[in-house]
């Protein structure tokens, strides 16, 4: 069965400082891979999605970038943290055909 | 360009009672169709999709949702609804022939009282 895995759960890191979150999907191959935000527990923001390796399609122009170096990993960074880059991200993966997402446990990050 | 609409930020039920968990959407062509479930500082949990096929979609934990065409509607209900069920709900929309994404609607956070 398919399986997804996101790290770190939390994040706490000061403004100005670099951010890597890791998603990995493991009992799939070539997925559709997302990045969401959800701000104050609310609405979701697609950041970012990728249709295979080097893919990346961004959705919102923002202080992020997403990179996809294998097929079923996916990275959210950032060079220079922002407080509003604030926010719980959700790393999800579909299936070509159906779009139906599955979602990671979510890394919630805070910037001080 | 694709949309959701979940009107209700919050719905209050009784334990054992009927809800209903409403959603509208907007797409250009026939439309894919998804609820979700989330519980505090969780993932989205998926819970029902329409694809195509019967206009009445059944799904995890005993929730069931109704495709309404004419209406534009995908309303999300449950027989019986119990304090477990209070959550987050999201409803999403991918258009047919669209990308690969999903469009999310605002949420709406049911309550479920003993």
């Known amino acids: 069965s398919q399986t997804i895995h996101q790290w770190p759960a939390t994040l706490v890191q000061p403004v100005g400082s670099p951010l890597s979150l890791e998603c990995t999907v493991e009992?799939?191959?070539?997925?559709?891979l997302y990045w969401y935000r959800q701000a104050a527990g609310r609405g979701l923001q697609l950041l970012f999605y990728s249709v295979g390796i080097g893919q990346i399609s961004s959705e919102v122009p923002q202080n992020l970038s997403a990179s996809r170096p294998q097929d079923r990993q996916f990275i959210l960074s950032s060079k220079k943290l922002l407080l509003s880059d604030s926010g719980f991200y959700l790393c999800?993966?579909?299936?070509?055909?159906?779009?139906?997402?599955?979602f990671g446990e979510g890394s919630r990050l805070t910037v001080l | 360009a694709q949309s959701v609409a979940q009107p209700e930020d919050q719905v209050n039920v009784a334990e054992g009672n009927p809800l209903t968990v409403k959603c509208t959407y907007s797409v250009s062509g026939n439309p894919y169709l998804f609820w979700y479930v989330q519980y505090p500082n969780r993932g989205l949990q998926f819970l029902l999709k329409y694809i195509t096929g019967d206009n009445l979609v059944k799904g995890s934990y005993g929730f069931e949702a109704e495709f309404n065409k004419s209406q534009t509607s995908f309303h999300l209900k449950k027989p019986s609804a119990l304090v477990s069920d209070s959550a987050l709900y999201f409803c999403?929309?991918?258009?047919?022939?669209?990308?690969?994404?999903?469009?999310f609607g605002t949420g709406t956070r049911l309550l479920v009282s003993p």
């Open positions: 999800a993966w579909s299936e070509t055909n159906t779009g139906e997402l599955f």
């Open positions: 009992g799939t191959s070539n997925p559709n």
């Open positions: 999403a929309v991918r258009e047919y022939t669209g990308l690969q994404k999903l469009v």
